[in-house]
């Protein structure tokens, strides 16, 4: 243990008493200006801890905390997040899980990052993850299927992200294709997926999302101050990023399972209704070109089967939007 996780543990052992900077550096044998860093670096983590000059230090909640210790406390996966990597910051979580998966990382690392400095959206767009607010995290998984039925699996994650939302009992969510989750028009969540695979078999996949859970949106740059939103802001209170992420991970292994068993009937069935898009008409950009028709299934690869002025049309990428 390092001294701040020393100091942790001191303020978690006594979580009902004060604890004095001059005891916890004799204690610790350590100044009281390293005490007094620590905490405060304690403080910029998440933990809510009250400081006083007179009466010490004394640890109020963890709540806001995301890291590995507190997600392993509450973890309940079988193979899921039992490898953590975690980062206070780094350039993207999706670039990081790509780098040590091909250097062999297992099935069901997770890698999570307070901040991205080159966080990666769809179509080379950027996404940015407020720290200590948003959540960032990347899945490595290894399933044995042949490429074409990966982009499956960001069905099986938006599905998973909507379940998460049902229990906390917000349900004013929708999943946006092809993979967005947005409430009220403003988005609250994306998926990233990328893979690694030869012409018949995966190698791995990663599956990254980016979720807003207590950010204030009037904070946020102001590029997307306007179109994105929060969990925090629509349900009224902070959410635990931790009990967020652990829950959510949960019900992705059991989807991810039920998918590997063969059953992507269900999990398809579940992402049609809770996208609302069968027969809506709709926009579709991809890239320069703009097609308008009404939307008449959605395919087991998750693309949007288009009645239009010619015909059928199978969309497989693109943006949309309701007309
Ligand atoms: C999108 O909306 O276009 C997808 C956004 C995906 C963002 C997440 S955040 C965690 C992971 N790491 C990244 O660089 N991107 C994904």
């Given at each position: 243990m390092n001294n701040r996780e020393k100091i942790?543990?001191?303020?978690?052992?006594?979580?009902?008493?004060?604890?004095?900077?001059?005891?916890?550096?004799?204690?610790?044998g350590i100044s009281r200006t390293a005490v007094w860093k620590n905490i405060n670096t304690l403080k910029d983590t998440g933990y809510q801890i009250e400081s006083s000059s007179?009466?010490?230090?004394?640890?109020?909640?963890?709540?806001?905390?995301?890291?590995?210790?507190?997600?392993?406390?509450?973890?309940?996966?079988?193979?899921?997040?039992?490898?953590?990597v975690f980062f206070n910051e780094t350039d993207s979580t999706n670039v990081q899980a790509f780098s040590i998966a091909t250097k062999g990382a297992s099935h069901g690392t997770v890698v999570i990052s307070e901040s991205q400095s080159m966080g990666k959206g769809r179509l080379q767009r950027k996404w940015y993850t407020d720290p200590g607010k948003g959540l960032a995290v990347s899945m490595i998984l290894r399933p044995v299927i042949e490429p074409i039925y990966a982009p499956r699996l960001t069905l099986v994650t938006a599905v998973a992200l909507s379940e998460v939302l049902d229990e906390i009992g917000l349900n004013t969510y929708e999943i946006k294709w092809p993979n967005d989750i947005l409430i009220k028009g403003k988005k609250a969540a994306g998926i990233l997926s990328e893979m690694k695979a030869d012409i018949d078999r995966v190698d791995f996949v990663i599956i990254g999302f980016g979720i807003n859970i207590n950010t204030?949106?009037?904070?946020?740059?102001?590029?997307?101050?306007?179109?994105?939103?929060?969990?925090?802001?629509?349900?009224?209170?902070?959410?635990?990023?931790?009990?967020?992420?652990?829950?959510?991970?949960?019900?992705?292994?059991?989807?991810?399972?039920?998918?590997?068993?063969g059953n992507f009937a269900g999990i398809l069935e579940k992402w049609i209704e809770k996208s609302k898009i069968l027969n809506k008409k709709i926009k579709v950009t991809i890239l320069d070109r703009e097609l308008y028709g009404t939307v008449r299934s959605v395919n087991d690869d998750g693309n949007l089967i288009l009645e239009t002025g010619e015909g059928l049309k199978t969309i497989n990428s693109g943006d949309i939007n309701y007309i």
């Open positions: 942790l543990d001191l303020l978690q052992k006594s979580s009902e008493e004060w604890l004095s900077g001059e005891y916890i550096s004799n204690i610790l007179k009466l010490g230090h004394k640890l109020i909640s963890s709540k806001n905390v995301l890291s590995t210790a507190e997600l392993e406390k509450i973890l309940t996966t079988d193979t899921l997040g039992r490898e953590i204030v949106t009037d904070l946020l740059p102001h590029e997307i101050k306007d179109i994105a939103c929060s969990l925090m802001e629509e349900l009224g209170f902070e959410i635990s990023r931790t009990e967020f992420l652990a829950t959510f991970l949960k019900k992705f292994e059991e989807s991810y399972n039920e998918f590997l068993s």
